[in-house]
């Protein structure tokens, strides 16, 4: 890892894609958000957060919180580490149960950022986190994948590397993201390599790291080190990383071992209950975000226990569960007041927050796919969210990953980018020449300021279809997910990946060579 220097690393990371000017595509692009060509920057929202608690039912779910940290105790399981550590900052260990005292978990918190840099192997890519910056990443966790051929089936290292290229290519896609779908073909103790390698070399975005186990996490730091350097990496965020809360209110020896090891490294922790409400909390809007504050208080503490300073993100993934099944329902309204509650919650603390994405439960990319997507990535973008986990491809409640979702996925970002810019008030904006010159009973196709403007006026989307009946019938009466299948055909035809070292190239190669000779494979 030393033989090659953080500035060589950054530096030959930093090249431009082959193919980032592809001319008139690249322009038309650029232009709608829609095709692959240049990314556009991560979003600075330039409107307002909205808000449904006011400082009385804020000053509420603190209070309960309070209660819940201190007469009820938050579990950390298996690790005596953890528990030393909060005995020494002042908690009443009983147990693997920890008691909180009142503001301890808050003064902890006081060394956290509330902003700070993921920063890309190319600089031009580097996201910001926090304050009114939103950050979009792909799909999460899927073991299954809906393929281009229409078939549901297990994922392959091969699915795992087209995502990762598609997120590439979205403009409006800020992040290549994570566990984009799990490589079943690959043994289990080793697929991380593999993922944490796709990302860096089909990708110059930046990318989450493994948190299945803590040695996965350790591979993960070695392998960004080989990229960025050693004191780049101890000295700045290089990944983002998933911790989740086995809720309600335990902090398992896995989510805890990977924590420690990228506090540790300074690297970012997303600190994120895992919420079925009705199953994994009450199935209150109340009760919940009185978990979820309680269960990230304790988990983002400990963070700044093991590293002063460490990066932390208060994070939550709300869904509601059908009372007569049992399975998790998405797009509805209870989720969408948690998360709006929770961002609210997040800022008051001055953390970073991350919910939302384009959740579904159908099975198919359909009209219920779309609802559900649409009402809670409107409700991610409302609530002032800094970091947007399954932003795209996202199917039948998280199961699969979907190709022909995460187009249309995608398209709907591009249009939360321009939503995200506010309302243009320039000269240009105003338009009173324009009113000017129409006048009253006339139109305004032909005047001037519109033949100035209209390629840059309005988001166009390069799936929606918005043609005659007639044209439409003609081209073959395709559905929009017919259109998106084609467009990832496309995409994926015309993938060119962005350059990266050679010298980089070979050491991570002999990396992952080293550590996969040194266990046998391992299937659970």
């Not at 902890?108 to 192997?121: D, E, G, V, Y």
């Not at 395709?478 to 035809?493: F, T, V």
């Amino acid at each position: 890892m030393s033989d090659v220097t953080e500035q060589g690393a950054v530096e030959g990371g930093g090249r431009r894609a082959r193919g980032e000017g592809r001319g008139a595509a690249a322009r038309r692009a650029s232009r709608t958000g829609g095709g692959p060509g240049p990314s556009l920057p991560y979003i600075q929202r330039k409107i307002r957060e909205y808000e449904v608690l006011d400082e009385e039912g804020l000053q509420l779910i603190e209070r309960n919180a309070d209660i819940v940290l201190e007469e009820i105790g938050i579990e950390f399981r298996d690790d005596a580490e953890a528990l030393e550590l909060w005995k020494a900052a002042g908690a009443d260990v009983r147990g693997q149960r920890v008691h909180f005292p009142k503001g301890l978990c808050r003064e902890l918190l006081k060394t956290a950022p509330s902003n700070f840099t993921w920063h890309a192997r190319n600089p031009e890519r580097n996201a910001h986190i926090g304050g009114k910056a939103t950050v979009f990443a792909p799909v999460y966790g899927p073991p299954f994948v809906r393929d281009l051929d229409g078939n549901r089936r297990y994922a392959t290292i091969e699915d795992f590397r087209n995502f990762v290229k598609l997120a590439y290519m979205a403009p409006s896609m800020h992040s290549s993201g994570g566990t984009v779908c799990e490589p079943v073909d690959i043994p289990v103790n080793k697929r991380h390599l593999d993922m944490v390698y796709s990302h860096i070399r089909y990708s110059d975005k930046p990318f989450m790291g493994s948190v299945t186990a803590p040695e996965r996490a350790e591979d993960t730091i070695a392998m960004a080190k080989i990229v960025f350097g050693d004191d780049f990496v101890e000295n700045n965020t290089v990944t983002l990383n998933l911790i989740n809360a086995n809720s309600p209110m335990v902090f398992d020896e896995t989510m805890v071992g990977a924590l420690k090891v990228y506090a540790r490294h300074n690297q970012a922790c997303v600190l994120s209950p895992f919420i079925l409400s009705g199953a994994m909390s009450p199935v209150t809007v109340a009760g919940t975000l009185t978990q979820i504050l309680a269960e990230v208080l304790a988990g983002a503490s400990f963070t700044q226990l093991i590293r002063k300073g460490a990066p932390v993100l208060f994070g939550t993934f709300a869904a509601s569960i059908s009372m007569q099944s049992g399975a998790p329902t998405f797009g509805t309204p209870e989720p969408s007041l948690v998360s709006y509650g929770a961002a609210q919650l997040a800022r008051r603390l001055g953390l970073p927050f991350r919910t939302g994405g384009s959740l579904c439960g159908s099975k198919v990319p359909d009209a219920q796919a779309a609802h559900e997507s649409s009402n809670t990535l409107n409700m991610t973008l409302l609530a002032g969210t800094n970091f947007v986990l399954h932003a795209a491809g996202w199917l039948e409640g998280g199961l699969v990953s979907s190709y022909e979702k995460f187009m249309i996925d995608q398209d709907q970002l591009g249009m939360m980018q321009k939503m995200a810019e506010g309302v243009d008030l320039s000269e240009n904006a105003q338009a009173l020449d324009a009113i000017r010159e129409v006048g009253p009973g006339s139109h305004y196709l032909g005047c001037a300021h519109t033949q100035a403007n209209f390629q840059t006026a309005f988001y166009r989307s390069p799936l929606a279809d918005n043609n005659s009946f007639e044209q439409w019938e003609i081209e073959g009466e395709k559905r929009i997910e017919q259109r998106a299948n084609a467009l990832a055909r496309s995409w994926l035809e015309h993938y060119e990946a962005p350059y990266l070292d050679p010298a980089i190239d070979e050491a991570l190669k002999e990396y992952i060579a080293k550590r996969k000779d040194s266990m046998p494979d391992a299937f659970t």
